[in-house]
Every structure is written in structure tokens, then in C-alpha cells.
């Protein structure tokens, strides 16, 4: 019996043979033709459920209230409707400052 260690050929790692890499490249090189190829021809269906979350009216609604109303804002100063001060502007015209005159 021989108790010294004599390195066998079977404990080295054995390397692929160059016919199998050619062949797994080849097979990977099919599958990801096949894939983009595929790509564009596969329909697309939408999805019927709706988007939920907030719409238009959630953000237009309180604006367009407070835009119509009358009211007094967090300064303290009173607002109107736009149709109102429209009214009002038609009627009376703008405010101008008058400009001072020079004395002579």
C-alpha cells in the first residue's frame, strides 16, 4: 500500500471541449434571434381597468368655486366672481392714478 500523495488527472478541472462552447453560443445566439425578432410581432393589448387616482374636476373643482363666489381670502381682502368684476370694470372703467401737476 502507498500512502504518498500522487496528484491524479482526475482531480484537475476538465475545460469544455471547443465543440460544445461553439454549440451552447450557437443555441444562445438562436433563442435571443428568435426573441427580438419576435418582439415586434407580439400584440400589445391594453389593459381595460382605468387609471384611478385624481381627474381633472379633483384639481379645477375648488378653483372654479372659489372663482365664482364671493368671499373674503385668508388676508382678510373680499373677492368676487370674474363675471361680476367684468361687469363692474364695463361699467365704471379702470381706475387710473392722476398723474401730478407740475406747479407753474
Known amino acids: 500500500?502507498?500512502?504518498r500523495f500522487s496528484p491524479s488527472v482526475q482531480d484537475e478541472p476538465q475545460l469544455p471541449s471547443a465543440g460544445r462552447l461553439m454549440a451552447l453560443m450557437l443555441?444562445?445566439?438562436?433563442?435571443?434571434s428568435i426573441a427580438v425578432l419576435l418582439a415586434g410581432r407580439v400584440p400589445f393589448v391594453p389593459s381595460a381597468d382605468p387609471i384611478?387616482?385624481?381627474?381633472y374636476r379633483d384639481y379645477v373643482g375648488p378653483d372654479q368655486t372659489l372663482l365664482s363666489s364671493y368671499g373674503y381670502t385668508l388676508e382678510g381682502n373680499?373677492?368676487?366672481?370674474?363675471d361680476r368684476a367684468m361687469e363692474l370694470i364695463a361699467e365704471r372703467g379702470l381706475p387710473t392714478r392722476d398723474a401730478p401737476v407740475a406747479n407753474p
Do not use: A, K, L, R
Open 1 to 3: 500500500m502507498n500512502y
Open 27 to 32: 443555441t444562445v445566439f438562436v433563442i435571443v
Open 52 to 55: 384611478s387616482g385624481p381627474s
Open 78 to 82: 373680499v373677492h368676487i366672481p370674474i
